[in-house]
C-alpha cells in the first residue's frame, strides 16, 4: 500500500492487480490447455493427479517391455518353425535310407545330409535377438549348445541355466515367455539319458545309422524322430500361446492408457468453452474498472477551479 494514496484508490489497485492476475491465469489455461498448472490451482485433486500419471508411466514401461518381448517371441515362433520343417526332413532322409533299395554309399551319403540338419539345428539353439541367446535361459550372454561328434547326441551343452523370465500384464499377472534350449530339443530323463521327444538324440542316433549302413538302427531312429518331430511341435505351440498373451497384454494395456489419460484430462484439462467466458468477463470487469478510474480523475474539484 502507499500512505499518500487514498483507500478507496488502494483498493482500487488491489482490485485491478487481483484482476489481471485472473485474466493472466485464465489466459494461461487456454493457451495450454491445462487448468492445474501448480499444487495451489487445486490441491484436492492433486494426489489423484499424481496417481494417474504414475499409472500412466508404469502403462507405457509395460507396453515398452511387451514390445521387446515380441520380437523375441516372434524370432523363436519363427526358428522353431524351422527346426520342425528340419526334422521332416530328416524323417524324409530315414524314409530314404530304410528302404532297402538304398545302397550303403547311398546311406553314407544321406549320412551327410543328417549331419547338416544337426547343424542347422544347433544353429537355431544359438539364435539371437538384440545381442542375447533366446534359447539359454538366464544365462543368455552364452550359445548353449554347440556342434561335438564326440558326444553320444552329437552336441556339447554349454550352459545348464532355466529360464524364469516372465513379462507383466498391465493387470498385475505375469506369464513365462521363453524355453530353454534343452527343453526344446534335449529332453532329457531323471538319470540324465535322452528322453523320448530328444530331438538331437534323435538326429544323431539316425546319422549314425546311416553312416553304419545299419537298417535297424535308421528304422529305430525313424520312430525317434516321429517323436521328436511330435514332442517339437509341442514347444512351437507354447510360443504360439505365448505370442497371443503378449498380444491381448499389450491391446489391454492400451485400453488402460486410453482409460488413464481421458481421467487425467479430467482432472487437469482445462474446460475450453467456460475459462473463454471467464476471460471475456474478467476482461470486461478490467475495462469497466480502468474507465471507472479514469473518469473520476477527469473530475475537478475546489483546489482545480482555485488553480
Do not use: C
Request: glycine share 4%; no cysteine; proline share 3%.
Amino acid at each position: 500500500m502507499f500512505p499518500n494514496i487514498s483507500g478507496a484508490t488502494q483498493q482500487y489497485l488491489a482490485d485491478l492487480d487481483r484482476t489481471e492476475a485472473q485474466l493472466q491465469q485464465t489466459s494461461t489455461e487456454i493457451t495450454s490447455g491445462i487448468d492445474v498448472q501448480q499444487p495451489s490451482d487445486n490441491p484436492a485433486a492433486i494426489s489423484e493427479i499424481l496417481q494417474t500419471e504414475t499409472a500412466i508411466s508404469n502403462n507405457k514401461q509395460i507396453q515398452s517391455n511387451l514390445s521387446n518381448v515380441t520380437d523375441e517371441v516372434n524370432s523363436a515362433d519363427s526358428a522353431l518353425q524351422t527346426a520342425v520343417q528340419q526334422l521332416q526332413s530328416a524323417i524324409t532322409l530315414a524314409t530314404e535310407g530304410a528302404s532297402s533299395t538304398t545302397s550303403a554309399a547311398g546311406r553314407t551319403a544321406l549320412a551327410q545330409q543328417v549331419a547338416d540338419i544337426q547343424q542347422t539345428l544347433v544353429g537355431i539353439a544359438q539364435t539371437q535377438v538384440n545381442g542375447r541367446y533366446i534359447f539359454s535361459g538366464d544365462q543368455d550372454t552364452q550359445p548353449p549348445y554347440q556342434l561335438d561328434s564326440s558326444q553320444p547326441e552329437g552336441v556339447q551343452q554349454l550352459v545348464t541355466s532355466t529360464s524364469t523370465r516372465t513379462i507383466q500384464s498391465v493387470d498385475g499377472t505375469s506369464f513365462a515367455v521363453a524355453l530353454t534350449a534343452q527343453q526344446i530339443f534335449d529332453a532329457k530323463n531323471p538319470d540324465g539319458t535322452p528322453a523320448s521327444g530328444n530331438v538331437f538324440a534323435a538326429v544323431q542316433n539316425l546319422a549314425t545309422a546311416l553312416t553304419n549302413n545299419d537298417t535297424a538302427g535308421i528304422s529305430s531312429a525313424l520312430d525317434s524322430l516321429q517323436s521328436a518331430s511330435s514332442y517339437l511341435n509341442n514347444q512351437l505351440e507354447f510360443y504360439g500361446g505365448v505370442e497371443n498373451r503378449v498380444q491381448e497384454a499389450t491391446d489391454l494395456a492400451q485400453k488402460f492408457q486410453t482409460q488413464e489419460q481421458t481421467e487425467l484430462g479430467s482432472l487437469q484439462d482445462t474446460d475450453i468453452p467456460t475459462a473463454a467466458t471467464e476471460l471475456t468477463q474478467l476482461q470486461t470487469q478490467e475495462q469497466a474498472s480502468l474507465t471507472v478510474e479514469s473518469n473520476i480523475e477527469q473530475q475537478k474539484n475546489l483546489f482545480s477551479y482555485l488553480a
